[in-house]
């Protein structure tokens, strides 16, 4: 079933990209949480037999929709989306962990430390207020990586690779974002943004398969 999805999240994400790059807020609001509502579709039809891995990266990405319409809205919501993606990610560390246990993969995690640790130095003295909330949502989103990992590695199916692929692909995306709006904007940064974003949601959800 999610061969059938896939080019209809393809032609939706790209329509949403492009439509930004135009400034067409309208189609956007159509095109944003319709790629999310085709992803969430997607992880639904992944399997007849729900578990509670499923039902956490499900409520995932419900959440991770909340955020977008957040984030697309003209007045500025960004605390609330970063709440609501902060919610998605603990849901997806729940996920990841929920029955398979958990192993720390030291190079992994001091990767993730040291890469971290850099971003959050170039990043510090443009937060501001929001100083503490980014820090809270950078140490979820480095659970969700390593947890994802660790999904792969106890899992019984290979499909569970695409779950580490794609919180990869989420922490390039969030870099990206974090950069862009604290640091500086780039002509190229939204549409990467974006790009590795619903890269990342539909390798999550293709991850969930028995």
Request: hydrophobic letters at 55%; one cysteine or more; a positive charge.
């Amino acid at each position: 079933m999610f061969n059938t999805l896939l080019p209809f999240i393809f032609i939706s994400a790209y329509s949403h990209i492009y439509f930004d790059s135009l400034k067409k807020d309208a189609l956007c609001y159509i095109f944003k949480p319709l790629t999310t509502i085709l992803i969430i579709c997607l992880a639904y039809l992944q399997t007849n037999t729900f578990t509670p891995v499923h039902y956490w990266v499900f409520g995932g990405l419900v959440f991770s929709l909340i955020g977008d319409i957040f984030l697309m809205l003209k007045k500025d919501y960004f605390l609330q989306g970063l709440i609501a993606f902060f919610i998605a990610h603990v849901a997806y560390v729940i996920a990841f962990t929920d029955t398979t246990g958990f192993e720390f993969n030291a190079w992994l995690l001091i990767f993730l430390l040291a890469y971290a640790g850099i971003l959050i130095t170039v990043l510090n003295k443009h937060l501001g207020k929001l100083r503490i909330p980014v820090y809270a949502y950078a140490t979820a989103l480095t659970l969700m990586v390593l947890t994802s990992y660790n999904f792969f590695q106890l899992s019984w199916h290979y499909m569970s690779l695409y779950a580490f692929v794609g919180a990869l692909f989420f922490m390039v995306s969030d870099s990206i974002l974090a950069y862009r709006r604290f640091v500086k904007e780039y002509a190229w940064s939204q549409p990467a943004i974006l790009a590795t974003y619903y890269i990342a949601q539909s390798m999550i959800a293709l991850s969930l398969t028995n």
